[in-house]
Structures are given as C-alpha cells and as structure tokens.
C-alpha cells in the first residue's frame, strides 16, 4: 500500500534552518502531486507547499513565501522542503502527502495518502 515517511524534524532557534524530507515508498510518485502541511497545537491543520508533477506547478502559503523551498527527486522517490529564516510561529508538526491532482486548490484537497509527521520546534 502507499507510504509516506517524514523526516529532517528537529529543534531550532529562530533564523536557523531545517530542511525536511518525505520518503515514498510502494508506488511511483512521478505524476502524483506532494504536499506539505503543519498543524500545531490547538490549531486546525495548515498547507504550507506544493509540488506537483507537472513543471512549474509549485505553491507556497503566503506565510511561508521567500523562506521555504520545496522540490522532488523522483528518481529517489523524495520530496524535500528547505526551511529557512525560521520563526517561532512555524513550530507544529509537519507532514507531507501524495495524490494524483495538480496542485491547484490543493491547500481545501483531501490528499489521499499521508504520512506520520515529523516535530518542528523553533525557539529560543
């Protein structure tokens, strides 16, 4: 069956940088569309980026604009999120997720596979 598993988590102070990795395994993830998500505590879960299979079909959330770089290596079946310039507000647990969609509206779309999540924990 479909498998994601996040890793690259970690605890930092704000203005350093992580980046995150979300391995797949038992399908080939070349045309499905990865996306990465946090929730922390209290709050309802968040998109923060997308990758999709076509080129050029990239988003980002606004918070995360300029600071974050998402990309993929299909050969390696991994999606990586840099995270740089990082601040208190982006703690929470991330986790990155598959399905066969562009990338568009993809922030409100039920992704159908995810993973478990990895800690992010940026302080001071």
């Known amino acids: 069956q479909y498998r994601l598993a996040e890793s690259g988590g970690g605890l930092v102070q704000p203005g350093e940088s992580l980046r995150l990795s979300c391995a797949a395994s038992?399908?080939?993830?070349?045309?499905?569309?990865i996306g990465w998500f946090r929730q922390a505590p209290g709050k309802e879960r968040e998109g923060v980026s997308c990758i999709g299979a076509s080129k050029g079909d990239i988003n980002y959330a606004d918070s995360v604009k300029g600071r974050f770089t998402i990309s993929r290596d299909n050969t390696k079946k991994m999606v990586y999120l840099q995270m740089n310039s990082l601040k208190p507000e982006d703690t929470a647990v991330y986790y990155c997720?598959?399905?066969?969609?562009?990338?568009?509206?993809?922030?409100?779309?039920?992704?159908?596979?995810w993973g478990q999540g990895t800690q992010v924990t940026v302080s001071s």
């Open positions: 997720a598959a399905d066969l969609v562009p990338c568009s509206n993809w922030q409100r779309y039920n992704f159908g596979t």
């Open positions: 038992g399908f080939t993830m070349d045309y499905y569309a």
